[in-house]
Nanobody, 127 residues
């Protein structure tokens, strides 16, 4: 059974960095697109970034472009989200998910298309 476990969240000051990990078990990274989503208190879930299962093309929300980087380590079966220049508005519970679909060779950040979810990890950006 496919399982995803996030780690790496925490408290960081504005302008700081964090690296989130999403460890995947029960399948290889070639079988599923992996997406990162976040949900801030009182708000809906927002797609942050995704990486395609084959080829590794990536997609980012406009709010994180140039600051966040998604990448994979096939040997560890893990997806990472490197978050730099963090802002208070990045505060949220971050979850990784597997599934998704591809449009014009790019993974799509639509949460309803992802069928497997991790438990989430809290990221708090505050001074």
């Amino acid at each position: 059974q496919l399982q995803l476990v996030e780690s790496g969240g925490g408290l960081v000051q504005p302008g700081g960095s964090l690296r989130l990990s999403c460890a995947v078990s029960g399948s290889t990274l070639d079988d599923y697109n992996i997406g990162w989503f976040r949900q801030a208190p009182g708000k809906g879930r927002e797609g942050v970034s995704c990486i395609r299962s084959r080829g590794g093309s990536t997609n980012y929300a406009d709010s994180v472009k140039g600051r966040f980087t998604i990448f994979r380590d096939n040997a560890k079966n893990t997806i990472y989200l490197q978050m730099n220049s963090l802002k208070p508005e990045d505060t949220a519970v971050y979850s990784c998910a597997a599934g998704g679909r591809v449009l014009f060779r790019v993974c799509v950040l639509s949460e309803e298309t992802y069928g497997y979810w991790g438990q989430g990890t809290q990221v708090t950006v505050s001074s």
